[in-house]
């Protein structure tokens, strides 16, 4: 299991939140998913097996979010 943490532009809504949680708990292989907010990062607890760190930064952009960093432990 690897862990993620992706951080982003900054987020201007609450709502965007729901948005990223959802669509990353969606996708195979993707076993937590947590938005934060005030540091607009999203750490997540992934299967490198079932899905890449690629692919879940991929997922984010298309939301809409741009990725500035990640990093994988």
């Known amino acids: 299991m ?5 951080t982003l532009e ?3 809504c609450p709502s965007c939140i729901k948005k990223i949680e ?3 708990g969606k996708m ?6 947590k938005v934060l907010f005030n540091s ?6 992934f299967d490198e097996d079932k899905v890449t760190a690629d692919e879940i930064q ?12 990640q990093k994988v432990s």
Do not use: M
Request: proline residues 6%; positive net charge.
């Open 2 to 6: 690897k862990k993620g943490v992706f």
């Open 58 to 69: 991929q997922t984010i952009s298309k939301l809409g979010y741009p990725v500035l960093t």
């Open 10 to 12: 900054p987020l201007s």
């Open 28 to 33: 195979e292989g993707i076993q937590e998913v």
């Open 22 to 24: 959802s669509a990353l």
């Open 40 to 45: 607009s990062k999203v750490r997540t607890q």
